[in-house]
């Protein structure tokens, strides 16, 4: 499994002493870090989000191909294998066509229609911007101006968000049922609150008080 850890120690670690890189520098990196996934999948949801700061959406498109043709499903989050392995010495052109005109084809990359929907939403967050001008990317102090989502986690918020509502919904409903009692532990609660009036408050307010 790849990991942050990996992709610093074994990557970067040669450009840490300069922010900016050079053509070259992004080229190598580029390369090694798609030889890196195409042996190994990412490790976790951290990795995942981490590589994002290296790719554009082509390096993306790149990445999924090269771990197509070592039989890995086009998700670097994924250890399986495409649903449909595609034949490497098949005409590229008729490849292409039936591609576009079957509505299957996605399984020839990706091992479900689940991966290829997380793999989309990954590479359309992913900037068109060229690595060489993303000044500090490789340092740990750069700070990309968005983080990637995956859509697992998106999905996820999605149903926490659900299960809240739901739970609200419930809540109100026993609230009505039990309206009068609750009404009075409020009034009780708010009895309890003192409010203090200071004639002359200090300019720094309550930080003065001991």
């Keep these: 499994m790849a990991t942050v850890e990996e992709i610093k120690s074994v990557i970067l670690k040669p450009y840490t002493n300069h922010r900016q890189l050079t053509i070259r520098e992004v080229e190598n990196i580029s390369v090694s870090l798609i030889e890196l996934l195409i042996t190994k999948d990412a490790s976790d949801a951290k990795t995942m989000k981490y590589i994002a700061r290296f790719l554009t959406k082509q390096d993306y498109d790149d990445l999924v191909q090269e ?94 968000i659900k299960e809240m509502i739901r739970g609200m919904t419930e809540l109100k409903l026993a609230d009505e049922e039990n309206k009068d009692e609750i009404e009075k532990d409020i009034s009780e609660m708010l009895a309890d609150i003192k409010i203090v009036e200071v004639n002359e408050p200090n300019i720094i307010g309550d930080l003065a008080r001991d």
Excluded at 75 to 80: E, F, I, N, Q, V
Excluded at 101 to 117: D, I, M, S, V
Excluded at 134 to 146: M, Q
Excluded at 152 to 157: G, I, N, R
């Design 67 to 160: 771990r197509n043709l070592v039989k890995r499903c086009g998700y670097p989050l994924c250890h399986r294998s495409q649903a449909r392995v595609r034949d490497p010495f098949a005409d590229r052109q008729m490849t292409n066509f039936m591609k576009k005109n079957n509505p299957y084809a996605y399984l020839t990359e990706f091992c479900t229609k689940a991966h290829y929907r997380c793999s989309q939403y990954y590479q359309f967050q992913l900037s068109d911007e060229a690595l060489f001008s993303r000044v500090g990317v490789h340092l740990d102090d750069y700070e990309p101006s968005t983080e990637v989502q995956l859509l697992e986690e998106a999905l996820q918020k999605e149903s926490d």
